[in-house]
């Protein structure tokens, strides 16, 4: 798919849901692992152009297989597995204490 870069980078702008961004890159998916994992997914695809190199403006084929990449990162996996966001990265080394335990 051909796009020139104004178009595509107004294209990318009226975006707003991973279904929506993975509809326009034409990328099936399983509509379940979306609903629970979309922010992570979107989190993640961000985590992925962030890494691109300064400079390069990447086309439609690299964000496209950055989006497959984050999308199949949660195909096998969980948002507690992958950790995308610093809740579940501190979560990792924190402990529990019941609430009991604090009124004792």
Do not use: C
């Amino acid at each position: 798919m051909a796009h020139d870069a104004e178009s595509f980078a107004g294209d990318l702008a009226g975006l707003g849901s991973a279904e929506e961004f993975l509809d326009y890159f034409g990328i099936a998916f399983d509509a379940r692992v979306v609903q629970v994992n979309r922010l992570h997914i979107l989190q993640r695809y961000h985590d992925y152009l962030a890494k691109q190199e300064a400079g390069k403006a990447p086309g439609y084929a690299a964000y496209r297989a950055w989006l497959l990449r984050a999308y199949e990162d949660f195909v096998g996996s969980s948002a507690q597995q992958e950790k995308v966001f610093a809740v579940f990265r501190k979560a990792e080394g924190s402990s529990f204490q019941s609430l009991s335990s604090l009124t004792d």
